[in-house]
């Protein structure tokens, strides 16, 4: 197939009854030999768009790299910024497409608002990296950048998982704090370089009651969709009786989330010592609200030549809160006792109390190495233990 003559079809599909636009998705029709149509079009709806009809020298990628990953030999460190980018060399279609997708990228993996495009600040930094560069519209990305790339994003998904012979599904629903109800299903499978591969199919809002039933209906339809349905070998969930129930429907074996299991444990063994822990959150909450406390604390820290570490609060829905809470006391326990005698603070933490805080860390510690290293990997859960994240 020969390869389109004008350049404006960079920004148009080939479809029948005309071009469809790659930004906006709207079809739009020419004749035969002209492509006036067309160029009105970007012209019109797009004004941002490059369009040369002769194509200018492509900006290569080592053009787009950042000058930091040169050397001080490799670069002239003097030279003005004008000189990577000669006013005699506008900005090929294809170098705009790419950057435009690694904004579009930026966007989505850092949670940004689509108008950050129209953030003064944002377009003089960008200005300022290339002044040959002009950013697209909020509607350009949201309506035309988008889709394509989730669509071309779900073709190599599809490609990927046709590829696989077994497939294992992960699973949870669950409500949020507005109320609404969701549900995400994940794919795993080893690819042909023996590679443990993952890819999330679906998440969006499941409006029906959580039923057993349901929720294999709805498994069925995601699988069906990307026609893996028969290569379905185990479902991972929590250990919930409708998601137990939605395995047997699914006819696939059934396999309890490990850390949901292993939180479970450390939840069913908890109220064992809630007498201390009871008292332990007292401590906490009042370091919490009182400012005075909190900056004495500081101040105790400081002239004992001790970690400047604030005190953590448990949170019921949030797995290891109670061990990181428990830690920190412990590792608090000097500053915090000459916090509270000078204070005149009432605790009634005794000393069975701290023996008691003192051995639950070391079991506890031990189920939280467990659950970061089974998601984390090891290196990062031996800097959780290490206090790095702290």
């Known amino acids: 197939m020969a390869l389109p003559t004008s350049d404006v079809w960079l920004h148009y599909v080939k479809s029948e009854g005309g071009g469809k636009c790659r930004y906006c998705q709207q079809v ?59 006013s005699n060399k ?7 497409k790419k950057i ?20 003064e600040y944002f377009a003089r930094f960008v200005k300022a990296l290339n002044p040959k560069y002009v950013l697209p519209t909020r509607k350009s990305i949201s ?56 890819q999330l ?16 209906d709805l498994i069925t339809n995601i699988t069906d969709s990307f026609n893996i349905t028969s290569k379905l070998v185990t479902l991972v969930t929590d250990n919930a009786s409708n998601m137990l129930s939605a395995a047997t429907l699914l006819n696939i074996s059934h396999l309890p989330c490990g850390a949901h299991t292993l939180n479970l444990v450390v939840k069913d063994a908890l109220p064992k010592i809630s007498s201390t822990l009871e008292k332990v959150k007292n401590v906490v909450m009042h370091f919490k609200k009182s400012s005075k406390a909190a900056n004495k604390l500081s101040e105790m820290q400081t002239s004992l030549n001790h970690p400047e570490l604030k005190l953590k609060q448990d949170c019921p829905t949030r797995w290891n809160s109670t061990y990181d809470m428990l830690d920190r006391i ?45 998601n984390y990997g090891r290196k990062n859960s031996d800097n959780f233990n290490n206090g790095v994240f702290n």
């Open 28 to 86: 739009v029709s020419y004749t035969k030999g002209s492509t006036s149509n067309l160029k009105r079009h970007l012209s019109r709806k797009h004004p941002t768009v490059p369009l040369h009809r002769n194509n200018p020298p492509s900006t290569t990628d080592s053009e787009l790299d950042s000058p930091l990953e040169c050397t001080s030999a490799e670069r002239n460190v003097s030279s003005p910024l004008a000189n990577y980018f000669p």
């Open 100 to 119: 435009d997708t690694l904004l579009l990228l930026m966007i989505c993996k850092e949670y940004q608002p689509f108008s950050v495009v129209e953030n």
């Open 90 to 96: 506008a900005m090929s279609a294809e170098s705009k």
């Open 330 to 374: 412990k590792q608090n326990r000097i500053p915090l006792a000459s916090c509270i005698a000078t204070l005149k603070i009432k605790s009634k933490l005794d000393e069975d109390d701290w023996c008691i805080i003192e051995q639950a860390t070391k079991i506890l510690k031990l189920f939280n190495t467990v659950f970061y290293r089974r």
């Open 201 to 216: 199919l679906d998440c969006s809002e499941f409006c029906k009651s959580h039923t057993g039933k349901n929720v294999a």
């Open 143 to 198: 309506n035309g950048a988008l889709p394509a790339l989730y669509n071309d994003t779900l073709k190599v998904v599809q490609t990927n998982l046709l590829t696989a012979s077994t497939i294992s599904l992960t699973a949870d629903c669950w409500t949020s704090i507005n109320n609404d109800s969701f549900c995400a299903v994940t794919a795993h499978y080893i690819n042909s370089k023996y590679e443990l591969c993952s």
